[in-house]
């Protein structure tokens, strides 16, 4: 059984940083490509980021990109969300995401295991 547990959520100021973490358990970590997603009061659930089972592949929206940082550390079974310069609106609850295979792609239905939700709140 996949578990997921992110952590490292919290209140920042506009502009500042935070840092996500994101934990892989019950399974082999280097398996999965994995993910990001975010979802804000009343909105649906969108898509951050995403890397591939090795790290070696990237993929951000328009929205974060230049300002988050997605990674992974595979021998600690972790995965980062770095974020930077961050915005009123990018506050959201942040799910971590893993689908077994290479790589996969931004939508939430290519993902079978999720997280919980770690809250980011910015202020301005």
């Known amino acids: 059984q996949v578990q997921l547990v992110e952590s490292g959520g919290g209140l920042v100021q506009a502009g500042g940083s935070l840092r996500l973490s994101c934990a892989l358990s019950g399974s082999t970590f280097i398996s999965f490509a994995m993910a990001w997603f975010r979802q804000a009061p009343g909105v649906e659930r969108e898509f951050v980021a995403k890397?591939?089972?090795?790290?070696?592949?990237?993929y951000y929206a328009d929205s974060v990109k230049g300002r988050f940082t997605i990674s992974r550390d595979n021998a600690k079974n972790t995965m980062y969300l770095q974020m930077n310069k961050l915005k009123p609106e990018d506050t959201a609850v942040y799910y971590c995401a893993a689908i077994r295979g290479y790589e996969a792609g931004p939508k939430e239905n290519e993902y079978d295991d999720w997280g919980q939700g770690t809250q980011v709140t910015v202020s301005s």
């Open positions: 890397i591939n089972y090795d790290g070696g592949r990237t």
